[in-house]
């Protein structure tokens, strides 16, 4: 079973059809017992950084999400704000993220004389760095997700970063560390790319 947390910030809809596509038994929920009993875990979302860890600590999610990845090693991926969230801290907002990988979010500042859009909305290519535990394991090459995104991730640490992709500068687009995986894009809303990462992580995918 794949828990899907739910904390009223986002894409659960998508992201539980597109487990159940690639095989998984994909619950949303937010119960303590019901996330200890899952296999692994993911934290979807779409929203603000301020009032996602709000509504983590409203619902009292962030201690057993903290003893679950933290403490007991439980798989877990990100995506988007659900990524996000897994930093130290953002320019977004003013509450501390819940720490698990080294890194912060910056907004996008086009360089002086580049017209560039923010967000950063679209297709993108995404340039794996490193293994990842096999996330992208028979991922159609080159990979291509979707991405909808103001702030991008800057890991503090260089070995954490799974990923990169380039909107007017390059930036890292996926982090990875133990048993737990990053994702700025969307898997849920990428077609074949997203299909085939969402079953490596249903499939294969315990740690780096």
Known sequence: MIAIVDYDTGNVGSVFNMIRKAGGTPVITRDPTILRQADKLVLP???AFDEAMGNLEK???IEILNDLVVDQHKPVLGVCLGAQLMARESEEGN???LGWLDAKLVRFRPAEGLSLRVPHMGWNMVEPQSEGG???DDVTRPMRFYFVH?????ANDPSIILARST???EFTSAMAQKNILSMQFHPEKSHKYGLQVYRNFVERFEAC
Do not use: A, Q, T
Not at 150 to 154: A, G, K, L, N, R
């Open 45 to 47: 979302g779409v929203g």
């Open 59 to 61: 619902f009292g999610l």
């Open 95 to 97: 509450k501390p993220g």
């Open 134 to 136: 096999g996330i992208f």
């Open 150 to 154: 103001s702030y991008y991730m800057v």
């Open 167 to 169: 909107y007017g500068s």
